[in-house]
Antibody, heavy 120, light 111 residues
Framework: QLLLQESGPGLLQPSETLSLTCNVS??????????WGWIRQPPGKGLEWIGS???????YYNPSLKSRVTMSSDKSKKQFSLKLSSVTAADTAIYYC????????????WGQGTLVTVSS | QSALTQPASVSQSPGQSITISCTGT?????????VAWYQHHPGKAPKLLIY???YRPSGISNRFSGSKSGNTASLTISGLQAEDEADYYC???????????FGGGTKLTVL
C-alpha cells in the first residue's frame, strides 16, 4: 500500500525558507512512471499546484512560484522535498505531497497534508 | 497560465443530479485527454474521482461521471447524497514545461 507522509516545521517567520519532506512507502521515487509533487491550500482558498519532480531530477514548477521553489528527490531515502524561499504570510497553507501518474497526469495518491504557518 | 475556471459554488437537493464545469483553453483542456477530477473534504486528503476525462478509478461510485466538449470538461454527480457535499477540483495537462493546471474549485452544497 502506498503511503505518503509530509514532515517539516509548522511555523516559519517571514523571509525564511520553507523546507518540507515527503516520505514514501510502498513505491519508489525512482520509478519512471510517476512524478512526485506538492500542492497547497491556503486558508479559505483552493488547491494550488506548486510543482513536481520526475525520477530523472527534471522539475516542473508553477510559473507563479517558480522563482522561489526548488524540488528534489532521493531514491535511497525514499523521499522527495520542497524548498520555498522568502516566505510571507501568503504562503501559509496546508501543504500536500502527492504522486502524479506520468502516463495519465492524475494525482492518484496524496499525503494527509501538513499545515505551515508563516508569522512573526 | 491562469487556473482553469470552475463555478465557485453549486447546490442541489439529495437524489438529484448536478454538473460542475471546468473551462480552459485550446492549449490545455481543449487539447488534452488528461483531465481529472478530485473530491476534497476539509481536513482530508483530496480523492481522485475521474481521470482521462471519463475514467473512474477502482472503488469510485458510478454516480460520478466525466465528459468533455471543446475547452470545457464536466463532472456529473447523480443521485446526490449528503456525503457528496465537498469541494471539487479539475486538473488538466497543459504542456511539457508547466505540466498541470488546477481549477479554482467548486463547493458543492447538498441542500
Amino acid at each position: 500500500q502506498l503511503l505518503l507522509q509530509e514532515s517539516g516545521p509548522g511555523l516559519l517567520q517571514p523571509s525564511e525558507t520553507l523546507s518540507l519532506t515527503c516520505n514514501v512507502s510502498g513505491a519508489s521515487v525512482g520509478s519512471n512512471s510517476y512524478y512526485w509533487g506538492w500542492i497547497r491550500q491556503p486558508p479559505g482558498k483552493g488547491l494550488e499546484w506548486i510543482g513536481s519532480v520526475y525520477y530523472s531530477g527534471t522539475t516542473y514548477y508553477n510559473p507563479s512560484l517558480k522563482s522561489r521553489v526548488t524540488m528534489s528527490s532521493d531514491k535511497s531515502k525514499k523521499q522527495f522535498s520542497l524548498k520555498l524561499s522568502s516566505v510571507t504570510a501568503a504562503d501559509t497553507a496546508i501543504y500536500y505531497c502527492a504522486r502524479l501518474a506520468a502516463a495519465t497526469i492524475k494525482f492518484d495518491s496524496w499525503g494527509q497534508g501538513t499545515l505551515v504557518t508563516v508569522s512573526s | 497560465q491562469s487556473a482553469l475556471t470552475q463555478p465557485a459554488s453549486v447546490s442541489q437537493s439529495p437524489g438529484q443530479s448536478i454538473t460542475i464545469s471546468c473551462t480552459g483553453t485550446s492549449s490545455d483542456v481543449g487539447a488534452s485527454d488528461y483531465v481529472a477530477w478530485y473530491q476534497h473534504h476539509p481536513g482530508k486528503a483530496p480523492k481522485l474521482l475521474i481521470y482521462e476525462v471519463s475514467y473512474r478509478p477502482s472503488g469510485i461510485s458510478n454516480r460520478f461521471s466525466g465528459s468533455k466538449s471543446g475547452n470545457t470538461a464536466s463532472l456529473t454527480i447523480s443521485g446526490l447524497q449528503a456525503e457528496d457535499e465537498a469541494d471539487y477540483y479539475c486538473t488538466s495537462y497543459t504542456d511539457s514545461t508547466t505540466l498541470v493546471l488546477f481549477g479554482g474549485g467548486t463547493k458543492l452544497t447538498v441542500l
